[in-house]
C-alpha cells in the first residue's frame, strides 16, 4: 500500500491533531486536538461521561462528521478534504458500524440485514448472500438466518447487527454503546464475542461510558472535555 | 492536506445497481403495505375517473357520430320564419316544386300541419290532445328523414288517398298503440283513421317523432284541408350543401328571401357533441383536481415516510450510501408507488368504460392516448410528489439521521 500524506500503512486509524467546533450560539468546543492511532488488530476502548466528547470523536472516526482542524487517516488514506461521495465509498469498504440501538431494517431477515452491509459495495447480490451466510456463521447464528428481527432476541439482534459490521471486512470496527440495550448476560456474551473477533484480526473500537464493557479492551483511551485524559494499555 | 487525494481513492466510490436501487425503493412499499395501499388509491382513483371520463366520452361521441354519419348531415329544412308583416309567413304552394329544381338537390318532402286533436276513439274527446300533431306529408318523407318503420308501412301513392295514417314513435306509445294490422282506429280531427305504420324514432326531426302523418291527398279529401307546405326537407349532395343552403331562401321566395328559415337538420347532433365535450372539460377538470389531491397525498406520506425512517437513512449512509442512493430510494418508492396507482386506475377506468358502454349499446373507444396519457402522467405525479422529500432524506446529516430519541 502506498503511503500517503504521513499515513502509516500499519495503522488502522490515525488522527493528527483533530479539533471539532460546533458554530452554535453557543460556540461549542467539542474536540480539541485529540491525536491517537489505532493498530490493525488492536481492541480499543474509548471511555467518557456524558459531553466529554466521545460521541462527535466517533462520529469523526466514521467520517460521518468531518474535523474542523486537523488531518485522519484510514488504511494509512487521508480521508479530511474527501468529498460526501468519497467518505461514502470509504464507509461501505472501509468501517464497520455497531449501534446501541442495533438498527437492523424491520422487514428485512436477519441474513438480508447482514447482506445489507455488503449493499452498497458494488458486490453482486448473490455473493452478497454468500458472504452474509458465511458471517451470520460467524457470530453463531446460521440458524436464525430467515428470522426476521422482530423474531429476535436484543442479544441475536446485536449479533446480527455486528455482523453486518464486519461483512465487508472493514479496516475497523466502530461500536458505539454497543451493550447499552443489552441484559448482563448478552453483554457478557458480545463483549467475549468481541474478543474472539479481535483476536482472529478484527480491529474494535468500543465507545461507552460502561467501565466494566472498557475492561476486557487491552488499551483503554480516557476523554474528558474533548481531549485525551489518559492512554492506558494493560 | 492535499488535493491529489481524491485522485487516489477513486477504488473507493460507493456503487449500486439499478435492480438493487429498485429493490431498496419498494422495500418501503413492502414493509408497510397498509399505507401503501391507501396512498395508490387517491392515483388509482383519479386515473380511473381520467380514463372513464375520457373513455366514455369518447364511446359516446363515437355513437353520436355513427348517428351522423347514418343520418347525414346534408339534410336541410325550409320554413316561413317571422316576416315583416305582422302575421306569420307562409311558403308558396310550388315551393316544393321550386327546391327541386336546385341542381344538387336529389330529395324534397314537404309536409304541413293540421289544427286538430288525435284521440284512441271518439268518446274521450276532452281536450286533452297527448301533444299529437296532425300533419299531412309527401310520400318520401321517411326517405328524405332515412328513417325507418318499427311495424306496418309507409304511406304510399294508394294509403296515402284514403284514411290511413302513420304514427311518430312518440304519438304511437302516447296512444298505447302496437297494432298495425290495419285494425286499429284513432279519432282524427273527428274521422276515423286506421293506423297502418309505426315509425322509428326520427333523431333528425324529433317533431315528427310525436305526429299522426297522414297524406295530401287524404287530409285534402276528409278533412278539407288545401294548405301550402310548412316545413320542406330537403336532401342535396354533401358537397354542395352549403350552396345549396345559400340560394335556398331567393328561390323559395325570390320576393322576400328573409322570410324564408333554412337550418341544417344535423346542427341538433352536433351541438349535442359540442355539449357532450363541455361536461367532459368539466369532468376532466375534476379527475385532475382527484389526481392533484393524490398527488399531495403520496407527497404527505413520503414527508412522513423520511421523518420516521430517520434512522435508517442514518444507518444507510453508515453503510456507505451516498446522498444520490439515499435520494433514489425515496424517489423510486414515490415513482413505484404513483405508478402502481396509475396503471391500477386504467385497468379501473378501462373495466368502467368498458361495462357501460355494453349496458348502453355503445362501441367501446379508449383511445392509446388515454392509457398512455394516464401512465405517463402517473410517473410525472410520482416524480413531483418525491423530488422534495428525496431531497430532503438526502441532505439529512448522517449524524443528525442516526440520533434516537
Sequence with gaps: ?234 | MNDSTSDKFTDLYSQMGLKDIFSVGSSGLRTRRVRAALSVLGITIGIAALVGILGLSQSGSADLLKDLDALGTNLLTVQAGDGFRSQQASLSPDAAAMIDRIGPVYEVSATTKITGGVFLNDLIQDGRTKGITILAADLNLLRAQRGSLKSGKFLDEMTSQFPFVVLGSVAAERLGIRNTSGKQKIWLKEKWFIVIGIMEPLPLAADLDRSAIIGYPAAGKFLGFEEPPEIIYVRAYPEHILDVRSVMPATVNPENPEEVQVGRASDVLEARIAASDTFLNLFVGLGVVALLVGTIGIANVMVIAVIERRNEIGLRRALGATKFHIASQFLTESLLLSVLGGITGVVVGMLVTAIYAVSRDWSIVIPVYVIAGGIFSSILIGGIAGFYPAMRAANMSPTEALRTK
Aim: glycine share 10%.
Design chain 1, 1 to 234: 500500500m502506498i503511503n500517503l500524506q504521513n499515513g502509516s500503512p500499519k495503522l488502522a486509524l490515525e488522527l493528527k491533531e483533530i479539533s471539532k467546533v460546533y458554530p452554535g450560539p453557543p460556540i461549542v468546543q467539542a474536540l480539541s486536538e485529540v491525536s491517537m492511532s489505532v493498530a490493525h488488530g488492536e481492541l480499543l476502548g474509548i471511555i467518557g461521561s456524558s459531553g466529554s466528547g466521545k460521541t462527535t470523536l466517533l462520529h469523526i472516526m466514521g467520517t460521518l462528521s468531518i474535523p474542523s482542524s486537523g488531518s485522519m487517516f484510514i488504511d494509512g488514506r487521508n480521508v479530511v478534504g474527501m468529498s460526501d461521495k468519497q467518505l461514502s465509498g470509504v464507509r461501505s469498504q472501509q468501517i464497520g458500524f455497531v449501534f446501541q440501538e442495533f438498527f437492523l431494517l424491520p422487514g428485512f431477515s436477519a441474513l438480508e440485514n447482514v447482506a445489507n452491509g455488503l449493499l452498497y459495495s458494488g458486490i453482486s447480490s448473490d455473493e452478497r448472500t454468500e458472504r452474509a451466510f458465511e458471517m451470520l456463521g460467524r457470530v453463531g447464528l446460521r440458524h436464525r438466518g430467515n428470522h426476521l428481527p422482530n423474531e429476535l432476541s436484543g442479544g441475536e439482534q446485536q449479533r446480527v447487527a455486528v455482523a453486518r459490521a464486519l461483512v465487508h471486512n472493514p479496516a475497523f470496527v466502530l461500536a458505539d454503546e454497543p451493550t447499552g440495550n443489552l441484559d448482563s448476560e448478552n453483554t457478557a456474551s458480545l463483549m467475549e464475542l468481541f474478543s474472539i473477533l479481535n483476536e482472529e484480526g478484527t480491529t474494535v473500537i468500543l465507545i461507552t461510558h460502561d467501565l466494566e464493557v472498557a475492561e476486557s479492551a487491552q488499551r483503554k483511551i480516557t476523554l474528558r472535555d474533548g481531549r485525551i485524559h489518559s492512554d492506558l494499555s494493560h
